[in-house]
Structure formats: C-alpha cells, structure tokens
C-alpha cells in the first residue's frame, strides 16, 4: 500500500460517507497505540490524499483494519463489469430512475452518510452499462447518469465536503452539455448557485443562477428554482432590492408552472422536466426567510421561517432539521433564547438521527447566536446536550 495514490485513498474515504475529521476518529479508534492528535492526523490525511506523503506502514495498517484494500471488492467490482452487459432489462433506464427516487426519499429521511456508497454503486453499473450500449438505449441511459452525479453533489453538500460537491456537479455538467439537453444543463447551472450560496460566494452564486435564467428564460421550474438561488446571492452580496423582485420572480414563475400543468403547485409531474420537483411556495419560503436572515432582519427571518416549516413537505424530514436550526439562529438574534433553544433541541434530534453537515453547521450558528443567554432551562438542556453529541 505505501505509494498507493491519493485519490484512490480520498474515493474509498467518499465511498464510507465520512469527511477527513470523520475518518480521523474512526483511524484513532481503529488504534491500539497511541496516534498522532486529531487535528494532526487531518492534517496527514489530506496530505496523504493530495499525494504529498506517503502513508507509513503503521497507518496502512489502520486504513486496512477500516476495509481498505481487501481482495474480495475490486474482484468482485471486476467480474460485475464483465457482466453488467448481459443484464436483462430491456429498459435499464426507468430501473435507474425507480433506484434514484428510492435514494432520494431515503436521504430526505435518514440523511446522506448511508446513501452515498449505494449512489456511487449505481452510477458504477450506470457507467459499465452504458460503455456497452448503443444508440437510443446509450442516450436513454446519460439522464439518469446525470441526475446521479447531482444527487452525489447533493448528497456531499449535506455532508458539508463542498470540495466534493463540486466535483460530482462539474461532472453532471459535463454529461448535461454532452447530452445536449438544454433543461439538464440550466439545472445543474441552478445547482452549482446554490452550493456556491452555502460557501456563501456571492458573484458565483449570482452568475451561475444567471446563466441557468437565460436558458430557461422568465418562466418554467427551472426558472424559478434558479431564481430562488439567484436572489439569496443578490442577498450575499447586499442588495436586498434585487434580492426582493428575483423572489418575487420565483413565485411568478412558479405559479406559472402550476397553471400550465393544472396542478396550481408546480410539482407534479405534469410539469414536463425531471428536475426541479422539490420546488413550491414553502421552498422559496424558506430561501427568503434565510435572505432576511443575511440581511440583518432578524424579527421577519425568524417568522418566515415559522411559516414555511409550518409548510413543509413531511417527507423532508431532514431539510426540516436544517430549518429549524436557522430560526433558532434567528430568534436567538431577537433575544429569544429560550425560544431559540427549543427549537434547536429539536433540530438536534433530526442531526443526530440523520447525521447531516448542514444540521450541525446550522446548531454551531444557533450555539454561538445563544451565547450571551442566561443559563435558563431550555438553553442548558441545548447546551449540555449538543456537548454530549460532539464527545461521541
């Protein structure tokens, strides 16, 4: 193993779910002797991974007691490649779209750490598949391709490796402009604002919402999810009047949609794209609620938020976890700190259970908003509570 290659070592990490600081404790609980500290052996990862070091012998022991390296995977891997050409299926494609709406529902509900190993198996098979294909079935088989890349770029945007995020959204880009498919590639512009708007980097959040609307123009749902993103990073950037007519542009655009496909929502499947579906009036809420937030209106974040939790779609077990982490952080900045610390008791339940990045992103905020509190009932229980979480 020792001049094994950075990458392979960074996939296999990916692969487990886990960020750098993640498999740190897992290698110093995987120890019998002492090891370097924790932020020592973050530090040695990352080199190890960028190719920099090489791994010792006593830490390719440890990745090896972890899984790494064994035999029986990459053969098995391998002989599933030659296979995967003889599978039956007749229509491979509609099996991926059945396998990503499974995941889907399943990260919304029990988070990204899980998912993502079956994510990367899938799009494994999907790649294997489609070297074997022709024709028709080879272009039927680049959608669900690409919308795997994006639910990996999801899926490590949640776990809060943006670095990752980045990559599987470059490559569903990619695949979207080699399909040539106009919705594929205004969607993934919209989802690369969005992460651009969690690393809160305004100019590439509003440049790239703005590519994805001249694609799609004023109307459609791609339109309005790409103006929900477009506006939050006019709110980054301070300009709270653009911020306020690109919201306002949003639920035009959605209402729009709605109409069209007899629905008033624009969230069925009448809509006619694949993409997007996560979208109605409770989604855009909450981007505004978190805007106002950016803006400094504390008072009017805090009750945007209350009203679009209350909206809420309840397979969005998760996302729910993440909305209530931000208006604890919002009432914590109006002086409700008891409040505030209801709130994230609940958000530590969802963060706990689904083992979310952002939710726990999100509490660190809510932490360092409710640190002039007084020690009242609420506020300990938070407090003492998310301590013990992070001791484990």
Not at 256 to 268: L, P, Q, S, Y
Request: proline share 3%; net charge positive.
């Amino acid at each position: 193993m020792p001049g094994i290659e950075g990458k392979r070592l960074r996939e296999w990490r990916r692969a487990r779910g886990w960020d750098v600081p993640q498999l740190a404790r897992q290698l110093r609980r995987a120890a019998k002797e002492p090891v370097a500290a924790h932020d020592g052996l973050v530090r040695m990862i990352r080199s190890w991974e960028r190719g920099t070091h090489v791994l010792s012998e006593r830490y390719e022991l440890l990745y090896r007691s972890l899984g790494f390296g064994g035999a029986a995977a990459p053969a098995l891997d391998a002989l599933f490649s030659q296979l995967v050409a003889y599978l039956p299926d007749t229509r491979p494609a509609e099996r991926f779209q059945i396998a990503l709406r499974t995941l889907r529902d399943t990260d919304n509900l029990f988070g990204p750490r899980d998912v993502i190993p079956l994510a990367m198996r899938q799009l494994a098979v999907m790649r294997d598949l489609s070297a074997a294909l022709r024709g028709r079935d080879h272009r039927d088989l680049m959608l669900p391709q690409i919308q795997f890349a994006d639910l990996l770029g999801w899926l490590y945007q949640d776990t809060c490796d943006f670095d990752a995020a980045l990559h599987w959204l470059d490559r569903a880009f990619e695949w979207a402009r080699i399909l040539g498919d106009q919705d594929c590639v205004a969607f993934i512009l919209a989802r690369k604002s969005q992460l651009a708007c969690d690393v809160r980097d305004a100019g590439t959040a509003i440049a790239t919402a703005g590519a994805a609307m001249r694609l799609t123009g004023r109307q459609g749902l791609i339109g309005a999810v790409a103006a929900t993103y477009a506006a939050h990073g006019h709110a980054l950037a301070g300009d709270a009047a653009t911020t306020d007519r690109l919201y306002d542009r949003a639920r035009a655009s959605l209402r729009d949609t709605g109409a069209r496909a007899g629905t008033g929502t624009g969230t069925e499947s009448g809509t006619g794209t694949p993409w997007g579906k996560f979208l109605d009036s409770a989604y855009i809420d909450v981007y505004q609620a978190q805007s106002l937030a950016v803006l400094g209106d504390r008072t009017a974040s805090a009750a945007g938020f209350k009203a679009a939790i209350a909206g809420l779609r309840p397979e969005f077990h998760r996302d729910r976890g993440v909305y209530l982490a931000r208006e604890a952080v919002a009432r914590a900045g109006t002086g409700e700190h008891n409040h505030a610390a209801e709130l994230a008791l609940q958000s530590l339940a969802i963060g706990v259970e689904t083992r979310s990045g952002r939710i726990f992103a999100e509490l660190a905020h809510a932490r360092k908003a409710m640190a002039p509190a007084k020690e009242g009932p609420a506020v300990a229980q938070f407090r003492a509570t998310i301590s013990m979480v992070e001791q484990r």
